[in-house]
């Protein structure tokens, strides 16, 4: 059943996607694609009429209604300034529907590729819709929607994982002592800048929630849509060495000022930004594991070898943190 925590989508049949997209005046042909998506179920779905669909079936408890709808009204302003997001579409003017206990969404089909962003041009690109995005953004805070603070991020999934008991004994004390440390840096790194101004964001801005076309990039997937530091959605289109990272950061800032302006103090969050995540992306695992697609798409996680990477990760960001930030000039 859908209420069931630990199979969240054990009752999600292809019939029932079929069902779902026919109570809202869809018809399938019976083809269905399930795409990359853990948190959520999503499927590319075939119209008798020819086209296509993505279905998007919330994991149950995760958001209220209005946070979902609050995620979608955020979109819907986007693309009314032609801003290239992938909205919901509605059915008598509702984006949010209901079918055998799932909450469900529609959006059209949109192809694309991944961004190459080795590509300096692709970069200031991107770099202008995303200062558009923070423009927009920038009008108004989330009321329903999360931060993305030290709080959300950091402390609260440290404290669960200590409490779930499912770090090695032997390895316990070392985790909890060089996380303790990396959130201490976090911290201070945050203190330092002096009225940090929290905007809407895309809140997940990687390469795989870009896609790539002729006319330039799309952006999809709002669902960690949350209010947070602007420089969250620029730093993980960032990667390789630091020389190649600033070059990377440059091109996107000149895009992006076009826009909107961008606080340089911000640049000194980019490593407790990914301190953060990586925190936070282990209690995510840890927090799914009785949903049997985790097990089987992260073998490898909860071992004393993934623990292990942990505590020398965690060491790494904290020394990180209390180097030079990026330069973008």
Known sequence: MASDRSRPYEGLTPDTVLDALYSVGLRGDGRLLALNSYENRVYQVNLEDGG??????????RWS????????????ELSDREIPVVSPLKTENKSVHRFSGFRFAVYPRRGGRPPELEDEKVLEWIGRFLGRIHAVGSTRPFSERPSLDLETFGTEPRDWLLGSRLIPDDLRDVWEGVSSEALQRVQARFQEIQDLKNIRLHGDCHAGNILWTHEGPHFVDLDDARMGP???????????????AEKQLKALLDGYESFHS?????LNLIEPLRTLRLLHYSAW??????DPAFPAAFPWFGSQRYWQDRILELREQTAAMDEPPLSSR
């Open 285 to 290: 695992l840890a927090r799914r594991w009785d």
């Open 262 to 266: 961008f606080e340089r103090e911000q």
């Open 65 to 76: 209604d209005a946070q979902i709808l609050e995620e979608h009204e955020f979109s819907f």
């Open 230 to 244: 602007a420089v969250q959605d620029l730093w993980m289109l960032l990667a390789g060495d630091r020389e190649t």
């Open 52 to 61: 296509y669909v993505v279905a998007k079936f919330y994991r149950p408890a």
